[in-house]
């Protein structure tokens, strides 16, 4: 049902599109690379990724968004080729209230050389938000598909988003998503909850930090990820660029007990599309709270990576 609807906005919305006089764009676009130790583990972990978002307003109350990834993850003395990729499209029309309607589909995609078959989540379903003052709120409920498919298994998912910007430079975000998994057995949600906020300290500097948490309450499982980074801009062609750093750690727990921590550091060049860019570099914790995947588990990935 929430997947007819998904294909029917946009079906309807595709010739008011075609024909909008006022087209305006914006986004970001970051090259991303990473260096991953675990505790207790010899081999080091490596991840370069490339990860793009762009945001069409026609100038008509329609909007249209596209948010890509791909990720590839090299582990030490491991000669196996994991990687994963990203693609999501959303739709929606805004009021003169403020208030917003629409409708989004994504799919996540992992793949690695030992594996016969790719694995992914598809997920999709309808949005709702409201826009005013420096508020943004946000809200949706989908669900989502694996393949190959779980027998038996129903996944449904929802959020609730908000982003504020309480002052010149400085923004805050804040985001809480749950996945049901539906079983002949007992129901597990898998949360995601996350806050963030990112500061424009002058022309040259920008600090972002965020903190997630993914809980599995079945098992009673925890991975906590902080990230801390900083962003120098500069001018590249007439664009003014972001270069970043970023520290992370993701610290793991299963019934009450620790499980490890997962050490990050994170490099990144982000280019602004358009006018208003993006928060914080794309390959940040910050940003997976600003802007998280509708699914909790793609979520939580993208936020520990």
Do not use: C, W
Not at 248 to 253: G, H, Q, V, W
């Amino acid at each position: 049902m929430k997947r007819a609807l998904a294909v029917y906005l946009l079906t309807i919305s595709a010739p008011t599109l075609a024909v909008a006089q006022d087209l305006s764009y914006s986004g970001a676009l970051t090259l991303g690379v990473g260096f991953h130790s675990v505790s207790d583990i010899d081999q080091d972990l490596r991840t370069t990724s490339l990860d793009g978002r762009l945001d069409f307003d026609f100038g008509n109350g329609f909007s249209f968004g596209v948010d890509a990834g791909y990720l590839d993850l090299d582990i030490d003395e491991v000669p196996v080729d994991f990687n994963a990729q990203f693609i999501g499209l959303d739709v929606a029309y805004r009021f003169a209230n403020g208030m917003s309607l629409g409708a989004y589909t994504e799919q996540l995609t992992a793949s690695a050389d030992l594996l016969p078959i790719d694995i992914s989540l598809k997920s999709s379903g309808i949005t709702a938000g409201y826009d005013a003052s420096g508020l943004q709120l946000g809200a949706f409920i989908g669900q989502s598909d694996t393949s190959p498919e779980l027998p038996g298994t129903d996944l449904q998912d929802l959020g609730l988003t908000a982003k504020y910007a309480p002052m010149e430079g400085l923004k805050l975000g804040a985001a809480f998503l749950r996945t049901t998994v539906d079983t002949a057995g007992p129901e597990v949600d898998l949360d995601f909850l996350g806050l963030a906020a990112t500061y424009v300290i002058n022309d040259s500097f920008t600090v972002f930090g965020g903190v997630s948490k993914t809980s599995l309450d079945l098992l009673d499982a925890d991975a906590t990820t902080m990230g801390l980074g900083a962003g120098y801009l500069l001018p590249m062609g007439g664009v003014t660029s972001t270069l970043s750093l970023e520290l992370a750690r993701t610290d793991l727990s299963a019934g009450g007990i620790g499980g490890g921590d997962l050490d990050t550091v994170r490099l990144g060049l982000t280019l602004p599309l358009g006018g208003k860019g993006s928060e914080a570099p794309l390959n940040s914790v910050a940003d997976s709270v600003f802007n998280p995947r509708h699914s909790a588990i793609n979520a939580g990935l993208t936020s520990a990576f």
